[in-house]
């Protein structure tokens, strides 16, 4: 029963600074969509970060790429979209951060490559994609792969970001490990990106 507790806390935890992150990145996007110079920043620090994750995952542009929490600004897409070649489906739960992100994919004319889609993780269909990205910022995070667990197809490739070894935990406390395989990890500033092979 105590060990059903700490497990229950730990998922609470990692879902709650999940939360935070998401309110935290929303709020500097929307600041990178109005001011050039917030724009110019944010994307010089995500750039390499983004690009060494599409490298591990060997994303090609005859991959279905979904990209879960795509926030105000979608610049992991966009990077996607521009260095592969791929079509990218993004998706979030916040219908206002779809809109703007609809209108600034439209005036950066990606609109042919990049869909934005209000939906939630946690009950997408996602059996026609093989390469799924999932941000920082996602939660509840055990939801969206107990989605993924259950629906992706085999082989298929999942790059998550995670702090503080979150992701390998809840896999695990979930019960879900057994479905995914570790192929490869990086560490960035202040987070690490797992890639992750469903079984």
Not at 24 to 49: D, V
Not at 88 to 112: G, P
Not at 144 to 156: A, E, H, P, Q
Request: charged fraction near 25%; charge should be positive.
């Amino acid at each position: 029963m105590k060990e059903d507790k700490n497990l229950k806390s730990s998922i609470n935890i990692t879902n709650w600074k999940r939360k935070i992150n998401c309110y935290k990145y929303s709020f500097l996007e929307f600041l990178a969509l109005k001011i050039n110079i917030f724009y110019r920043l944010l994307m010089g620090w995500r750039k390499p970060i983004f690009l060494n994750e599409i490298k591990l995952a060997k994303v090609t542009s005859k991959d279905k790429v979904l990209l879960i929490g795509g926030g105000f600004l979608p610049s992991e897409s966009m990077i996607i979209a521009e260095t592969t070649g791929a079509k990218v489906v993004t998706i979030d739960n916040n219908l206002t951060a779809c809109k703007h992100a609809e209108k600034f994919v439209k005036k950066r004319n990606l609109s042919d490559k990049i869909i934005i889609k209000h939906a939630d993780g946690r009950n997408l269909i996602v059996k026609s994609f093989n390469t799924i990205f999932i941000a920082i910022s996602v939660w509840p995070i055990n939801g969206v792969f107990k989605n993924l667990s259950k629906n992706l197809k085999k082989n298929s490739r999942i790059l998550c970001k995670s702090y503080n070894e979150d992701i390998p935990k809840i896999l695990k406390n979930e019960g879900l490990s057994e479905n995914f395989k570790l192929e490869a990890q990086i560490k960035n500033p202040s987070t690490k990106s797992y890639l992750f092979i469903k079984k």
